[in-house]
Structures are given as C-alpha cells and as structure tokens.
C-alpha cells in the first residue's frame, strides 16, 4: 500500500468535456478531479483528452459506484476497471462517497446514506480493508450529504466518519456543502462535526452549490456556491490548514471563466487565513 499524506494541490476543478478545450490552451486551474465512471471505457475522445490533460495537471479520480456501504458483496470487476483506470491516470488519490448506492443488483444511482451504527461500522471498514487492498492504496471518502436519519444510529455522523478513517487507515475528503446541507436538514451544528473529524485524515475540500427550499436544502450542484457556504469553508480553512480544494458543479454547466472565478474565491479565502499571500500549490 503506498504511504503518507498526499501533497497539497492548490485549487481544482471536476474536468467536464465542455471545458476540455479551453484547458488544454492553458488554464488557471492547479489540479483536476475526473468522474471515474466516465473514463472507464476501451477508447475515444474521453480518454483521449484526459491523456492529455494528465499530461499537463495533476488528476484525482472521484467514483460514484463503490456503494462501499452496502450489504452486497463488493463488484471486484468494478475495482478491476478503477486500478485499470488508475495505472493510465497515475491519480493523486482516489476517491468515492461514504455510502451505499445499491443492493441486490439494483443500482439507485444515488448516494444513500448509512445507519451510524458499530454494526455498520465493522462491515464499511472491513470492506475498505478490502478495496484498498484490491487496489493496493488508500481510498479517500467523502461525507455525502443526506435528508434522512436512522433511528437506529448510535453515534454522530462526525463519530462515524472519524472511526472510519482511524480504523481503516484511509483519507477522508471533507465535503464543506455536504456538511452544510445535512447539518440544516438534520438541526446539528456545523462546528460539531468541523471539529469532530481527524484534521490528519482530510486530503481534500469539496465546494458546491445547493437548492434551498426553505425546509430543507437540496444537494444539486447546479448553483454558484452561496455566502454561508463559503463561510463555512473559511472556518475549514482556519481549521484544517491548506487542504486540495475543489468547486464541484455537475449541472447547469457555466462557461470556465466562471468556474475559474469561484475557484480564485477560495484562493482568496485561503490566502486571508494564511497571512494575505496567495496560497498556490505546492511546488
Ligand atoms: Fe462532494
């Protein structure tokens, strides 16, 4: 299993096919985050853009399919194609979501979240255990956000996800949106899980918009991010230091520029907390 901390990225975008161009003429992006699932292909354009582009930016690959929750046994061809993807892409790290997306052959196509019980807990780390050693890396995991709790839960979220990452050794990406949105729609404190997850284990930031409905908050990534967000993140920064720091927008698609102008918000987030210098990547 390889070891250490990954290094420190600066300021990433997801790479979408409609920016593919504009990138490859040079972009004020420091790093990119792929969707795994679409470049697990034979052939074509993707790949042949995103050979390119890894030619040129550091990548991390993202996946929505690890349902590494979930009571159905492990799609090892599904593991298969990601070390595949990764020996082409060389990714900083690999990611996918502290969920389950299926079971019994049915695929929801969405991330569900878990029961926090120690039930669950022994079965997601040993299922890690499992897929890290497929892949013969750590996996990083994201926090995903949710609109529902279990009754049976025995422990925070924050709990949940820190015996995760302690036990399983794994990273953890820090989903700044997600905590937002679930801390609203389940009435707990953002500074409780802010400060309750290992500050040693986070590897990356996601930043997203949202849809507010008054009641509750839609996690749709089809918005700019909103004030609160971004005043959440500040307390991230503050809290966890530098960390790889990504706008995550799938819908709703808008023009480079302006995914470039969010990102150079978190710059200048990051660089108020780090003594008013630009905070770029690491060399
Ligand atoms: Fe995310």
New binding site residues.
Partial sequence: MTSGKPDYLGFGLGLRPQHYREILEGAKIDWFEILSENYMIEGGQPLYMLDQICERYPVVMHGVSLSIASTAPLDLDYLAALKKLAQRVNPKWISDHLCWTGVHDVNLHDLLPIPYTQEALDHVVERIGQAQDVLGRRLTL?NVSSYITFGQSEMSEWEFVSEVANRADCWLLF?VN?VYVSAFNHGFSTDEFLHGVPRDRVVQF?V?GHSHEESHIIDTHDHPVCPEVWDFYRQAVTHFGPVSTMI?RDDNIPPLAELVDELDHARSIAAEMFGGKRIAAAE
Wanted: hydrophobic share 15%; no cysteine; net charge negative.
């Fill in positions: 994201e989903d997600n996601h997203a995550e």
